[in-house]
């Protein structure tokens, strides 16, 4: 019987931990809260400065009825996956040239997955 090295033990506990911590919803709405909710709103059919995000995982691209999108996002044949919004997350303007969505992203990968598990929440 072969018994794991301790590196590969203490790698997978910390693997196991970061992960855990990388999708943490309650972060992610601290994040939402300082980072977003000065233009975005979680509630449903609430569009600020910017679209209601309430559904946003799952959702096309420019489709929140009432808000008035950049011809850039609402073209963007963007479905919002937890991939896509990591992307997006990071350099929006990278993901849709000519957004109009003056955010310079959120570099921290942690804070944006806990930002998307919140934003998973929200249905």
Request: proline share 7%; with cysteine; hydrophobic share 45%.
């Amino acid at each position: 019987m072969r018994v794991p090295s301790l590196a590969l033990v203490l790698l997978g506990v910390i693997g196991v931990d970061a992960a855990a911590q990388a999708q943490d919803a309650a972060a992610g709405a601290v994040v939402f809260k300082t980072q977003c909710s000065v233009c975005h709103s979680p509630v449903e059919g609430k569009n600020m400065v910017g679209p209601s995000l309430f559904g946003v995982v799952g959702r096309v691209a420019g489709q929140v009825p009432g808000f008035r999108y950049s011809p850039a996002n609402k073209d963007s044949d963007l479905t919002w996956d937890q991939a896509t919004l990591d992307r997006y997350l990071t350099t929006p303007q990278a993901v849709v040239p000519k957004t109009i969505m003056p955010y310079a992203g959120l570099k921290d990968a942690t804070k944006r997955a806990d930002l998307i598990a919140y934003l998973s929440t929200l249905h």
